[in-house]
DNA sequence: CTTAGGG
DNA sequence: CCCTAAG
């Protein structure tokens, strides 16, 4: 069932995306730059896009800057050979068709015996161009560009980027011939126009390992905004199949590490339970931004979010896993914590867009804390002020991770260590524990019992959000160790050792030794001294029989 | 998630 | 304080 609803999701989504003309796809040989510079820009400069308001009418006007009408194939030198390949050879397109979320589901397989005989294109009526195309690539098509139509078929059954011919005489499924002979100039103007202008092609491999090397992996999946005015249908449209761009760039070790993490996760599908996506207007009154997942070709997650500000619904693309600041520290570990949530990247992001930064009110005065409020982070360092990350914490819940990520969100100090009376700094996110602490938590351990820190830490410590349950465990156990300790000298060791720490009150450790008597808590090496007096005879049996 | 214990 | 293994 889950399953069922997730595909039928995805579905949706993909339909949304075919509908305003959003192509997440990279493929066609054939596009324009379109999105490509537009692309690169976001993702170098992504959080500038996050962080501001994207003004329509501007970015509008980017688009037409950046987008020729007609662009020939950019083919990257480095790429060419394999790119050619993919290109011509393995016709990316008839690939393309299962994974681009601009196609259909209901994608059937390329029908060739439609196309037996022999065949002008430039004679056929649109519908018939789309006839064609769905028999040549399997898939339907919506673009009533005749240009585009004829160049996309004729590049399909050519296997090739020659599209100079426009009658074919098909047989037996095999195409034995075409009207016009042409060489490969087409590609090469193109290569020397993509070397003129310095941009590189995207060849679409997805399905096909045609990547051969490495460097094919990292690409920038782009796509075409456009105003998505609802008309989904006219000229438009052919916009809708042009594939993006990609930069040659190695990939970092970042890259490959999240990459890898979010493909893995990719797969489970449990991303599209975050968002659930199907008409327009159904942005949550709440949010500004409808966030919109969309998986590429090549399987890289895209996510979109859709402006509802600008009353045009604009698709502003976000890559997720653009980030070009300093790795942050607590990224990987809220990967490491959250194994199941697949698409950490993608999640996040969404998140980010959707998150109005709210502070949890988790922490109250402390009256007997001397440090100013600093919340505890038990996993992470410091968050950047990147507000695209500080959103993160506040919009989760429901991961335990995510809720200290947000609690850190409150007083960030950006005070990333502190010092100390002793001289040494701490790290920031270290809270000493006080007297009054020490002494609630000794009071909750001789009510609730060791061990129950749970408890302990909802009923005495309700005020203090920081401290978990298992900073009371291990201060616990560190009182412990130090109430025991203390017996045997307590002399000059001792003073100068409670000058410089802590000075737990003797009285304090006294009942801690108490305590822990009780509860059979002493530890066992430790116990020289003068037990035998203090405990043994502990006849007061004050504060509760628990155990 | 909570405990317990090692690091 | 952090991290993990176990319930």
Redesign the pocket.
């Known amino acids: 069932m889950e399953v069922k609803g997730l595909l039928i999701d995805e579905k949706s989504e993909m339909h949304i995306v075919a509908d305003i003309g959003q192509p997440i796809g990279c493929i066609s040989n054939e596009g324009s730059s379109s999105g490509m510079l537009l692309q690169l820009e976001s993702s170098e400069g992504l959080s500038q896009f996050e962080n501001t308001e994207v003004d329509p009418d501007k970015l509008n006007a980017r688009l037409e800057e950046t987008v020729p009408s007609f662009t020939p194939s950019l083919i990257d030198s480095h790429l060419h050979q394999s790119g050619s390949i993919d290109e011509c050879s393995n016709t990316p397109v008839l690939t393309e068709g299962g994974a681009l979320p601009s196609t259909t589901v209901t994608t059937s397989k390329p029908d060739f015996s439609k196309l037996n005989g022999e065949i002008c294109l430039d004679n056929l009526s649109i519908k018939e161009l789309h006839e064609t195309f769905k028999a040549t690539f399997g898939r339907e098509t919506t673009v009533k560009d005749k240009q585009w139509l004829k160049r996309r078929i004729t590049m399909g059954l050519t296997n090739s980027c020659d599209v100079s011919a426009t009658t074919f005489i098909i047989k037996d499924n095999k195409l034995v011939k075409k009207g016009k002979e042409d060489g490969c100039d087409n590609v090469d103007g193109a290569l020397a126009y993509n070397l003129a202008v310095g941009t590189t092609i995207n060849c679409s491999q997805q399905g096909a390992p045609i990547s051969h090397g490495s460097q094919l992996e990292d690409q920038v999946v782009s796509d075409k905004r456009n105003r998505s005015t609802g008309d989904n249908s006219g000229s438009e449209d052919h916009h809708t199949e042009q594939r993006a761009a990609k930069r040659v760039r190695k990939p970092t070790r970042r890259y490959i590490e999240e990459l890898s993490e979010v493909e893995s996760k990719e797969s489970s599908g449990k991303l599209r339970t975050t968002v659930k996506s199907s008409a327009f207007g159904q942005m949550s009154s709440k949010f500004h931004f409808r966030p919109v997942r969309n998986v590429s070709s090549d399987g890289r997650t895209v996510v979109t979010r859709l402006d509802s500000l600008g009353g045009s619904g604009i698709q502003i693309p976000c890559v997720s896993r653009v980030r070009r600041s300093r790795p942050r520290k607590n990224f990987m570990?809220l990967l490491?914590?959250n194994p199941n949530s697949m698409g950490m990247t993608a999640t996040l992001v969404k998140k980010a867009l959707g998150a109005h930064s709210f502070l949890p009110d988790n922490y109250e005065s402390e009256k007997a804390q001397s440090a100013p409020a600093q919340v505890?982070?038990?996993?992470?360092g410091v968050p950047d002020k990147d507000k695209q990350f500080t959103a993160i914490g506040a919009v989760g819940g429901h991961?335990?991770?995510l809720?200290q990520v947000d609690s850190s969100g409150d007083s960030d100090d950006n005070i990333v260590t502190v010092p100390t009376s002793k001289g040494g700094i701490r790290?920031k996110?270290?809270?000493?524990?006080t007297l009054s602490e020490v002494m609630k938590l000794v009071e909750g351990v001789s009510r609730y019992g060791?061990?129950?820190?749970?408890?302990?830490?909802?009923l005495a410590f309700a005020s203090y959000s920081?401290?978990?349950?298992?900073?009371l465990?291990?201060?616990w156990?560190?009182l412990l160790k130090a109430s025991f300790a203390h017996i045997p000298s307590d002399k000059g060791v001792n003073s100068r050792k409670n000058a410089a720490t802590m000075p737990i009150p003797e009285p304090i450790l006294l009942r801690v030794r108490e305590l822990a008597e009780r509860q059979s808590q002493v530890p066992p090496n430790l116990t020289s001294g003068k037990e035998a007096g203090s405990s043994g005879s502990s006849v007061h049996e004050k504060q509760s029989g628990y155990l």
């Not at 505890?376 to 992470?380: A, G, H, K």
């Not at 996110?429 to 524990?433: K, M, Q, S």
């Open positions: 570990a490491k914590f505890q982070q038990r996993f992470l991961h335990k991770v809720k790290r996110h270290h809270r000493a524990w060791a061990g129950r820190w749970s408890e302990i830490k909802r920081y401290r978990t349950s298992v900073d465990k291990d201060k156990r560190n």
